[in-house]
């Protein structure tokens, strides 16, 4: 059986996930970003996810 703990870590996972997938499709349609620059844009946003989560695992103590 899974912990409540590690349920809302997951659940906490799957918000950022949504919210990043939402940036990335705005810096994918959005005429006014360059696209020499999108690439830099969605580097940057993995970086910001995996430090999310990260910090998630952390806060939650699941390892």
């Known amino acids: 059986m899974t912990s409540p703990r590690t349920v ?7 918000k950022i996930e949504h919210i990043i997938r939402k940036f990335r499709e705005v810096i994918d ?4 970003i ?6 830099t ?3 940057t ?3 910001h ?4 989560k990260k910090q998630i695992v952390d806060d ?3 390892h």
């Not at 996810?49 to 999310?52: D, G, N, T, V």
């Open 60 to 62: 939650s103590g699941i």
């Open 45 to 47: 946003l993995d970086k």
């Open 41 to 43: 844009l969605h580097t």
């Open 34 to 39: 360059p696209s020499n620059l999108r690439g």
């Open 29 to 32: 349609t959005d005429s006014s």
């Open 8 to 14: 809302e870590a997951l659940a906490s996972m799957a």
């Open 49 to 52: 996810l995996l430090a999310a």
